[in-house]
């Protein structure tokens, strides 16, 4: 009986405890916005120039979009992240870069392709970069790696540059990689936007840093010349570690939080990457835990599951896409297609119909997020907590 006692006199000082130390993690979970309805977004990387194959892809992916409808009656919206250059060949390590932008006539029919989807509402383009790598690092790690100066002679592909290579926004040169200058940074992200608004005849408004790796230098001048929305995977890496992975994190996110400049952040976290056996199955998870927990589903994938020079059966990721489409709006009456952008507005204006407002249907959703935080969670279990919270959340809606 005494233990009894003790445990009933010190249980409410350890919730207390408990969501006191917590309390910032607990009270980001509650500001970050609630969707009110499931949303899928395909997050497709790395188009642009390069392999003409890419035109013929994109009117495939482009049939594979409008097929499906969502509730709204809006087709399906994928993102394409632009890369806007491939150099041409070069032979010699004293070579000029000499760059293929899309405005090079081989280009136009993937210009096309994407300006077409764009017309149609399926193509929502997106900055990914001048190129997918920072010049001076490719030229000096082509000093001391044979397969860096077999590449240059034929670059298309930036796919099969190292991984540390294909970072833009960090000199990976050496490794541990090291920063750019700011000027360096500022200069080079004033000319992919403004070659972007040239070739596309408008501004960019979302932003996906190539390999995830970028810096507050980077996003201030991202914002300074228009961005608004900066797609990441939850967290910031600014350079790469002395084994070449992403490394030096100094920020973690949630959607809608606010960044340098005040840009948006959303978070990409989930993938469907067929050409690596991920299965529309696995992806509907995703869309399930995203829905859940009130987070909009975005898949990240890449030009590379779609492009025979890239997949040795891209016939089936064309197949597995379409049945994700299928699949999920059969399970979700109510999943709505929108591209980052869109999210992005929504989030700024708190808008009543993509953002949930109803304070017990949000309390819901919030105590979900804290449920799958893995340590609050378990912590907030074993001290009954959480079920003692569970009593004040719609029944419907029960975690």
Known sequence: MTWILILLFAWPFLAIGLSL????????????????????IVESDDWGSGPPEQAEALAKLAACLS?????????????????????????????????????????????????????????????HGLAHFWPDAVLAAAHKQPEVRAWLAA???TEHLP????????????????????????????????????????????????????????????????????????????????AGRPAGVDRHMLNGERGEGGVFYLVRDDYFEPAFGHRPEQAL??????????RPCLLETHRSNFLSATCTDPASAFAALDTLYRQAL????????ASCVELGR????????????DRRRR??????????????????????????????TRSDLRP
Request: no cysteine; net charge positive.
């Open 67 to 127: 097929r499906h409808r969502d509730s709204s009656g809006r087709p399906a919206v994928m993102t394409l992240a632009l890369v806007l250059a491939v150099p041409e060949p070069i032979l010699r390590q004293s070579d000029p870069w000499l760059w293929r932008t899309l405005a090079d006539p081989a280009m136009q029919p993937i210009l096309a392709a994407i300006q077409a989807g764009r017309n149609e509402d399926i193509f929502a383009p997106q900055l």
């Open 346 to 357: 929504a989030m700024r204006g708190n808008d009543p119909a993509w953002i949930e407002h």
């Open 163 to 242: 991984s540390p290579l294909q970072s833009r926004w960090t000199d990976t040169s050496v490794l541990p990689s090291r920063p750019h200058s700011r000027q360096a940074v500022a200069d080079a992200v004033a000319e992919e936007i403004g070659q972007y608004t040239a070739l596309l005849g408008y501004a960019p408004e979302a932003v996906v840093p190539p390999t995830f790796v970028w810096n507050r230098d980077v996003e201030a001048a991202w914002a300074e010349l228009g961005i608004q929305v900066v797609i990441t995977p939850g967290r910031r890496p600014t350079g790469r570690d002395g």
């Open 155 to 157: 670059p298309d592909l």
């Open 21 to 40: 130390a917590w309390r910032r993690r607990l009270l980001a979970l509650w500001r970050e916005p609630m969707f009110k309805v499931p949303i899928l």
């Open 330 to 337: 059969r399970d979700y009456p109510t999943l709505r297609f």
């Open 285 to 294: 998870a995703a869309l399930a835990r995203k829905t859940a927990l009130g």
């Open 363 to 392: 309390f819901t959703i919030w105590l979900r997020r804290v449920s799958a935080l893995p340590r609050f969670g378990k912590a907030a279990r074993l001290t009954g907590l959480l079920p003692l919270l569970n009593l004040f």
